[in-house]
């Protein structure tokens, strides 16, 4: 099922960009181009308020840094075929490819079952959408979030790039698996 969304985009920081904003406010393409410094429904933070955050709060920390899937496994279901090594927060899910503009029934299933596994079903928990600087798929994933009924959404617009920057440690990550039916 086709997510829609009823609120405009927030104004990214190339006012050319809103040519890649869909009808459903999120961007439908040209993933790795500048981002709005904010998004709707989501506080932005920075390395340290990150690092504060999860000192005290426990979020969710979801990476959503695409990958290939196989495709020649796509009637035996899906498989993901990363590019190069992965490495992202420790402590983090990896949820490829939910931040695509338009999900298919599949990936859709697949990032809301995520989403409820890893909060245990609580709207309300804290989670945190970061890709890579300048990746417009993090912020796409927290609009979708919030479309789904959560409602403590922070997103780390800069990302493993500016975690890294900081001197933070990273460590080999692997996606959440998806299953038969589209859950983990």
């Not at 050319?16 to 904003?21: F, K, R, S, T």
């Not at 040209?30 to 690092?51: D, M, W």
């Not at 939910?98 to 079903?121: I, K, N």
């Amino acid at each position: 099922m086709a997510c829609w969304l009823a609120y405009p985009p927030a104004a990214p920081a190339d006012p050319a960009a809103l040519e890649h904003i869909g009808p459903q406010g999120l961007r439908m393409e040209r993933y790795r181009a500048p981002t709005p410094l904010t998004v709707p429904h989501a506080q932005t933070l920075g390395t340290g308020q990150l690092l504060s955050l999860m000192r005290d709060a426990d979020p969710v920390l979801i990476d959503v840094q695409p990958v290939v899937v196989r495709p020649e496994t796509r009637e035996f279901g899906m498989e993901w075929l990363p590019a190069t090594v992965r490495y992202h927060i420790a402590g983090s899910a990896w949820l490829p490819n939910v931040g695509f503009g338009e999900l298919e029934p599949r990936m859709e299933r697949y990032f809301r079952d995520s989403l409820r596994q890893l909060t245990a079903g609580d709207p309300g928990r804290a989670v945190v959408f970061y890709c890579v600087l300048d990746c417009w798929m993090s912020w796409n994933a927290v609009q979708r979030a919030a479309a789904y009924g959560y409602r403590n959404l922070y997103w780390y617009r800069g990302g493993t790039d500016e975690w890294e920057q900081h001197g933070q440690p990273v460590v080999e990550a692997t996606p959440v698996p998806i299953g038969d039916a589209g859950t983990p």
